[in-house]
């Protein structure tokens, strides 16, 4: 019995061990090759899709490829038999093609022959010719397998990597590839992106997304276009949902904030990734923290930010332009105009550059320059960004010192819609109303700017001429006392001062200050004009006190002076009024009369038909008063005169008006001082300022623009497995020692010793 069961064991035992060596386990050896080569084919597409190529440097990734290289050789040793050679070329080329290798691996796939091959093979040589860049190779590759897996995709991939947009587009209207995970939408989405059509590509990324929100291009493309058309808060809700798990995506959304001008929050964004690991975007997050601290009118810290930026990264566009704006909020002209010129340079196309540009030349009075600049920028010159409301203002004085008015009022008005405070336009379009002699509006406008700016000279004294103008004398007296409080070189506002001295009867100070501004300044004819009249009330006054040598002294300064202004600027017909007024006195009445012809104005009707009056001729005074009446029927001294002339009662009606303090369109001291009861007009001659103003030079910041476009192909390579071999059933030769059994009897002490327990 115990000889049949040993009989047994020792049959049952080599058959056994016949099983164990005989190899069949090839399939499961393949399956896990398969497995490997799935497993880093998400991190070799993951790196095409983030467009990151050093995801493939990563010891991850390295460890598995070494993995899927060792696991194919124990495969191919296992399995391989000489037939299998071209399944073995496919799956090395596959290997070196996941090592970076894809010249070689197309290298080897070459030379295979294709036909009766499984069109596997095929598609993976389309892969390996689009990754070596032959795209129509790839393409022709593709075309033949195009039922395969991502052909489509890739296809369109190849077209938009040569930059056949057109032709790529018409591919994809004819081959649609559904469940490609967004990719086909992405990919045409693209190309609608480089042909300009924004819209269409806004459509196709929404469609990617639906379909895969996972993968990050596809919301940072859609937040790029969405930031190029002026949808920011849209854009920031693109790059937020993929910041968190993306440093690109995180430097994206603070400069989307940026662009909302919410620097405070784009500040702490920036700060945030400084604060990780990732040294990527360290540079942009400098540049990016300047601009927010430019956009908190922090300059000192954000020059200091500028020059962080610039040691980690090159002298970029969005960064010179940055710089160039701290030079103009101080002023430093020409360090601007070198920033934005060098940026210019560098990128001829960058339009924020130009717009600095021109404001640094607005700075150095090149206004031709700067009008030249500021149309190369004319698109993005956004009339409903408030933060524009600077340019419109640069723009418009620009336009205004070139004698353009109408582009001027247009440029100011926009100014005044962005930010209602914005004096400098304010001021600049009473400019414009006062070239075109609408004083009433001039007034308003200046007046309003007053309100938010009142330490600016040529203001003040403009809005006193103004004043003067509607003969508001008690009102311009304090104007032009504060104009030259600020700034006592004003030679118009001390002009004005010293009419408003005449009209307020202080004679005496007026010809002293007169007499001073004309010994400082001899070739302005205004002031010898006004001088004129000063003396002229003089005059009246010795005749009043029947000083009558003294009259004649003043009556003839007056009419010298009245001269050499009409020498100096005989443009200035209106002269001519004033010293008819002197004749007039001498009774020289047909000088007179010849004077008041050559400036016919209403002025000059009026004190003709007052000259005509003092000559009782009183149906020629009324008919001249008529006609001037005619022409201005609200003119109080018109009015006056002629209640006078009709009723005759000039005393009554002059001791009435002098003693009621109104100050209406005529002043007390006209009647003060007349000779016979009317009002004769004397023309004073006062020059507006022409405004200037530094500039706050507040600038729209240069947001970071990514042009990061990116095709996004799927590279799903697949190993082809050695097929199963009837013919033979390889075995693996294992060498052992044979064992002997110990057997009852003597003869079974021989051999093996068992030990003893």
């Known amino acids: 019995m115990i000889r049949k069961v040993v009989r047994s064991f020792l049959i049952v035992i080599p058959m056994m061990f016949l099983v164990c060596v005989i190899q069949p386990a090839s399939a499961q050896d393949f399956s896990a090759c398969q497995k490997l080569l799935k497993d880093l084919l998400v991190t070799f597409n993951r790196s095409f899709e983030e467009n990151n190529p050093a995801l493939l440097k990563t010891p991850e990734y390295q460890y598995q490829l070494r993995e899927l290289q060792t696991e194919f050789l124990k495969y191919d040793k296992q399995s391989f038999m000489p037939s299998d050679s071209v399944q073995r070329l496919n799956n090395e080329a596959v290997v070196l093609a996941l090592s970076g290798s894809y010249p070689k691996a197309l290298h080897i796939v070459e030379s295979l022959e294709m036909s009766g091959q499984d069109a596997q093979l095929q598609y ?5 010719n689009l990754l070596s860049r032959k795209f129509q190779a790839a393409r022709d590759d593709f075309s033949n397998v195009s039922n395969h897996s991502y052909s489509i995709v890739n296809s369109i991939v190849a077209y938009g990597k040569e930059k056949k947009f057109s032709e790529g587009l018409s591919f994809a209207q004819g081959n649609q590839q559904k469940n490609s995970a967004g990719k086909w939408s992405y990919n045409v989405g693209l190309m609608y992106k480089y042909t300009g059509l924004l819209p269409e590509a806004t459509d196709e990324f929404s469609t990617a997304i639906r379909q895969k929100d996972e993968i990050m291009a596809y919301r940072l493309q859609r937040g790029d276009i969405l930031m190029r058309t002026g949808n920011q808060k849209k854009a920031v809700k693109d790059f937020e949902k993929v910041a968190r798990k993306h440093a690109k995506a995180q430097i994206r959304y603070a400069n989307a904030l940026l662009s909302l001008n919410q620097f405070g929050n784009a500040k702490a964004v920036f700060e945030k990734y400084l604060e990780s690991d990732d040294k990527t975007f360290r540079g942009d997050a400098y540049l990016g923290i300047a601009h927010a601290f430019y956009g908190l009118n922090q300059i000192r810290e954000a020059q200091q930010y500028y020059r962080l930026a610039s040691t980690l990264k090159r002298e970029t566009p ?38 600095g540009r021109a404001v640094a030349h607005y700075g150095m009075k090149q206004f031709e320059l700067t009008m030249a600049d500021f149309k190369k920028a004319e698109s993005i010159m956004d009339p409903d960004n408030k933060f524009f409301a600077d340019l419109f203002v640069t723009r418009g004085f620009t336009q205004y010192y070139l004698k353009k008015s109408k582009e001027a009022q247009e440029d100011f008005t926009t100014a005044i819609r962005l930010d209602g405070a914005r004096y400098e336009a304010l001021a600049g379009m009473s400019s414009i109303m006062i070239d075109q002699k609408r004083y009433s509006e ?11 700016e009142q330490n600016y000279d040529r203001m003040w004294s403009n809005y006193g001429n103004l004043l003067l103008h509607f003969d508001m004398f008690k009102k311009s007296y304090n104007v032009f006392k504060k104009a030259i409080s600020l700034n006592s070189k004003n030679i118009k506002a001390q002009n004005g001062w010293g009419v408003t001295l005449l009209e307020n009867d202080q004679l005496d100070k007026s010809m002293v200050l007169f007499d001073s501004l004309i010994k400082e300044n001899p070739e302005l004819p205004y002031l010898y004009n006004n001088r004129g009249i000063v003396q002229a009330y003089l005059g009246n006054r010795h005749e009043q006190r029947r000083q009558v040598e003294d009259a004649n002294v003043r009556y003839e300064n007056s009419f010298q002076d009245f001269k050499t202004a009409m020498e100096v600027a005989p443009a200035r017909k209106f002269y001519n009024v004033n010293q008819g007024n002197v004749y007039k006195y001498w009774q020289k009445y ?23 009056a003092g000559q009782e001729r009183m149906k020629d005074a009324k008919y001249y008063l008529g006609v001037a009446i005619q022409i201005d029927s609200l003119h109080r001294v018109f009015q006056y005169n002629m209640n006078v002339l009709v009723k005759g009662k000039q005393k009554e009606m002059m001791k009435l008006v002098a003693s009621s303090g109104d100050d209406g369109p005529f002043a007390d001291i006209g009647i003060k001082y007349s000779r016979d009861g009317f009002v004769t007009i004397y023309l004073y001659d006062y020059e507006y300022d022409t405004l200037a103003f530094k500039g706050r030079h507040y600038m729209p910041l240069p947001v970071a623009e990514y042009k990061e476009d990116y095709f996004i192909p799927e590279y799903d390579f697949k190993f082809l497995p050695y097929p199963k071999h009837k013919d033979m059933v390889k075995t693996r ?25």
């Open 318 to 355: 969005a960064l010179l332009s940055g710089i160039g704006n701290t030079h103009l909020s101080n002023h430093d002209y020409q360090s601007a105009y070198n920033s934005f010129d060098r940026a210019i340079k560098k990128d001829s196309s960058y339009l924020p550059a130009y717009l």
């Open 442 to 452: 001039a007034g308003q406008f200046l007046s309003k700017a007053l309100n938010y």
């Open 124 to 128: 993976n040589r389309g892969l390996f």
């Open 590 to 612: 047909d000088e007179a009369s010849l004077s008041y012809q050559t400036y016919q104005d209403k002025s000059a009707l009026n004190n003709t038909a007052v000259m005509y």
């Open 733 to 757: 030769r294992v060498r052992y020692k044979s064992q002997k059994v110990k057997m009852p009897g003597k003869k079974g002490k021989s051999g093996t010793q068992c030990p003893v327990f």
